[in-house]
C-alpha cells in the first residue's frame, strides 16, 4: 500500500514556542490531505483538510491562526502549531488521500507534541 | 453529520475465542468504511476497507461485513491472539470527504 510519512515523530517544545510538523506521500500524489488530532484513549478529531494549492478547511472550534496548514506540493503538506500551550499537547496524525486508488486514505505514523 | 459509534468500549476476552466488534453509523450515503488497528502510542494500521457497493471483505482471519442500509458493520476475528491486543477504529467516508471515526473497541486477548 501508499506510504505516508510524518516528521518528527515526536517534539518537546516550551509553552509560547511554535512548531512544524511534516506530511509527506512518499508514493503517490496526494491532492487531498487531512490532519486528526487524537487525546490520550480518545478517537481521531478531524483538525482540517489540506487541499494542494488552496488554503485549508478548519473544523469547527479549531483556531487557523493557531494551527497553520500549508500543503505547498502534491507531496507534502505541514502544520504549524504556533505559540503552543501545554494543552495542545496531543498526538497528531495527518492522512493522504489516493484519488487512483479506491479513494482510501492512508495516515501516517503521527507525531506526538508535548508542550511544557 | 455523520456520527460512528463502536460497541463494544473494551473487550477482554482469552486466547483462541472468535469475537465480533460492532460499527454503526448514522449516514448511509457511505463511499466506503474502512477497519484500522492501533496499538498504544503509534499510528493507524488499515486492516480492511470495504466499498459501498461491497458486502464483506477478508483478510487471513479477519473478515469484515457491511450492512449499507442499516448502517451497520461488523469485524469477526477468528481464534485470537495476544497479538490481536489492541485498539480497533471504524471509519466511514462519503468519498471526497475525510473519514469520520468511532471511538474505538479496546481489545484485550488474555493468554
Known amino acids: 500500500g501508499a506510504v505516508v510519512s510524518q516528521h518528527p515523530s515526536w517534539v518537546i517544545c516550551k509553552s509560547g514556542t511554535s512548531v512544524k510538523i511534516e506530511c509527506r506521500s512518499l508514493?503517490?500524489?496526494?491532492?487531498?490531505m487531512f490532519w486528526y488530532r487524537q487525546f490520550p484513549k480518545q478517537s481521531l478529531m478531524l483538525m482540517a483538510t489540506?487541499?494542494?494549492?488552496?488554503?485549508?478547511?478548519?473544523e469547527q472550534g479549531v483556531e487557523k491562526d493557531k494551527f497553520l496548514i500549508n500543503h505547498a506540493s502534491l507531496t507534502l503538506s505541514t502544520l504549524t502549531v504556533t505559540s503552543a500551550h501545554p494543552e495542545d499537547s496531543s498526538f497528531y496524525i495527518c492522512?493522504?488521500?489516493?484519488?487512483?486508488?479506491?479513494?482510501?486514505?492512508?495516515f501516517g505514523p503521527g507525531t506526538r507534541l508535548t508542550v511544557t | 453529520k455523520q456520527e460512528v459509534t463502536q460497541i463494544p468500549a473494551a473487550l477482554s476476552v482469552p486466547e483462541g475465542e472468535n469475537l465480533v466488534l460492532n460499527c454503526s453509523f448514522t449516514?448511509?450515503?457511505?463511499?466506503?468504511l474502512q477497519w484500522f488497528r492501533q496499538d498504544p502510542g503509534k499510528g493507524l494500521t488499515s486492516l480492511l476497507l470495504?466499498?459501498?457497493?461491497?458486502r464483506e471483505q477478508t483478510s487471513g482471519r479477519l473478515n469484515a461485513s457491511l450492512d449499507k442500509s442499516s448502517g451497520r458493520s461488523t469485524l469477526y476475528i477468528a481464534a485470537s491472539q495476544p497479538g490481536d491486543s489492541a485498539t480497533y477504529l471504524c471509519?466511514?467516508?462519503?468519498?471526497?470527504?475525510?473519514?469520520?471515526f468511532g471511538k474505538g473497541t479496546r481489545l484485550s486477548v488474555i493468554a
Open positions: 492522512s493522504a488521500r489516493d484519488p487512483h486508488f479506491r479513494g482510501e486514505q492512508y
Open positions: 508514493d503517490f500524489q496526494a491532492t487531498t
Open positions: 489540506s487541499n494542494e494549492g488552496s488554503k485549508a478547511t478548519y
Open positions: 449516514d448511509s450515503a457511505i463511499y466506503n
Open positions: 470495504i466499498q459501498s457497493s461491497q
Open positions: 471509519a466511514v467516508s462519503r468519498g471526497n470527504t475525510p473519514l469520520v
